[in-house]
């Protein structure tokens, strides 16, 4: 190996000889050497041996010398002096190391465990009797006290042993010891006796608990009551004393349940779950829940889940007091058990708790205001106060209360900043279920003027037309367009009204009045209800020229295509003679309509196209053009198709400059043929050839058929040129005589 690296290796070959990890195992096994191990000592006589002994006890007492304070050392040394059977040698060596460390608990077992092989009891015996006396808390030493005597079948000396034990008050263990010894021996008596001295040492519930089962267990059940009852008056009325004593209270019905007693432990249960809190008692809950699927009723085992859900509820409201959803919950929880209690025909005192818990829950939830002066924090919590009123009436019919409700939530809303009209107007809606109209109308005035809304307004509309006050209905009409004349949709619900009233004169003049408002909340529906509205008339000729108008302020294609449509389709007879018609013809259920013009509606559809075309808007061609030509399907020639699909454009890719980046880059165009035609004559015509011999050989090959291509649209714009440059005079001349005529109309 040269420079630190690893040899090279020329010969990968496998070896000829494979070793494998098994042999390398054996072989390591093999060459392992042996541990060393002293020579074994044979003793032949006595002299030997006790030159063995001294020189061991010499070791023995140079370690000790070394070592005075590690008890290891001298119990190596008392055991050896034991193996010897040198008892006497192993006491007085025990007994100097407790006087090295008087409180070691492995001396004074190991101590007593030599005597006891070696059959020295009452060795053993004084020995524990010492131990227990110097170390009165170590309990092992006791156990082992207390076993040696019962052993023995010393029993009077066992319990002796216990009653000198119980006056350091041990803990549980020592105590269950006790009672198993006098159980063992069926002293049954002298057990429930230490069970009494148990539970005044340490009062805890489990104690008291073991204890009235003893007593269920050896047949004596007054006694277990006793016990029971006698620990729940030791914890008394006060809360955390009740609280502690849960498992008391669970342990006394269960053993109720058990003696089929099943009304006492209903008993039982109701009077913990009264006194401790609903929030710490879960499990009390869990098990009286389960006791009533088991023993219950139908009406008992719902009451034990409704305070299951009361308990759950509470919790969630003391994590979160302002959790609107679960007041919701919790109110319809209450709620639903007043209504069971309604329909079981419970007494007027449960109904009236039932009301009271409804109340409680309501009052505290709208006792959480919201914080800060945003809307959007109130919007959960005002329904709080919308649900109180109305199960005030609905429910309880306290009608003076549920008034109350609602005018203590309109003082409670900051309606400066903002407010909710579901609240006036609910409060209006029930003022008129109490037939106390004057006061909902003094409601709704009052909102209107301190803090006007659109949903106000649409409101007590709607209130004053269903009572048929359709002058009221005006008024507030004419209040709600001076708050907002923008808004279209309550112009036309205006003009709606008056429509519904037969007053067509004030209809038409408040679309007038509407229209001519400049800023305007979407005004395409307000023109169409207006042309809507003039065409259910049969004012063909009106409804044209508010289609005009509409032109003129916005030149839509959409507007185009109503406005060609609308000439094509039929309409109603004019009302004058319609009402003629019916009272000529009154059982005729067909109404008689009047027929379109579809040649109107092509000069609107070409005239929208010119329009357009002037205006550079391709993709709103494209969209008049696809309505034309399915117009001209339904209504016109072969020739009128052919002529609107030679206006069909074609998709060309078109390169340009980016003004960005400055690259060259490719888009798609909308290339139409007329557009072509009078820009690019030369190209066109050139285009125009190659088709017609495209057209030639393709008729040719297929013996006069016809062949379709992308330059369709430029051979039937050649087609129609003569044709187009025909008519552009005599149009010209109908669109200034039209242009004439509208703005006549429009002057009148």
Known sequence: MQDGRAPRIKNRAPAAIQITAEQLLREAQERQETAFRAPKQRVEDFEELHEYRGRKRKEFEERIRRTRGSIKEWLQYANWEASQNEFARSRSIFERALDVDP????LWLSYTEMELKSRNVQHARNLFDRAVTLLPRVDQLWYKYVYLEELLQNVPGARQVFERWMQWEPDDKAWQAYIKLEERYQELDRASAIYERWVAVRPEPRVWVKWGKFEEERGRVDKAREVFQTALEFYGDDEEQVEKAQAVFSAFAKMEMRLKEYERARVIYKFALERIPRAKSAALYAAYTK???QHGTRTTLENTVLGKRRIQYEEEITHDARNYDVWFDYARLEEGAYRDLKEEGATQEELDGATARVREVYERAVAQVPPGGEKRHWRRYIFLWLDYALFEEIET???????QIYETAIRLVPHKQFTFAKLWLMFAKFEIRRLELPAARKILGTAIGMCPKEALFKGYIELEVELREFDRAR???????????????AWIKFAELEAQLQDFARTRAIFELAVAQSPLSMPEILWKAYIDFEIEEGERETARSLYERLIALSGHVKVWISYALFEAEPIPLPRAEREEDEDEDEEEAERK???GDPA???QVFERGYKDLKKKQLKSERVALLEVWKTFEQNHGTEEDQKKVEGMMPIVTKKRHVDQETGQMVEDWDLVFADDERESN?????FMQMAHAWKQAQANKNAGGGG???VLAGFSAASASRTEEEEEEEEEEDEDGKEDVESSDEESR
């Open 593 to 595: 309509m009047v027929p």
């Open 103 to 106: 409180r070691s608990n492995q």
């Open 397 to 403: 019919k306290d009608y003076k209360r549920a008034r």
């Open 600 to 602: 109107l509606a092509r």
């Open 291 to 293: 006791f009533e699927k």
């Open 681 to 685: 004559p030369t190209t066109f015509k």
């Open 475 to 489: 008024t507030l009409y004419e209040k709600y367009l001076e708050w907002d004349p923008s808004n279209s949709p």
């Open 707 to 709: 062949a379709s291509s």
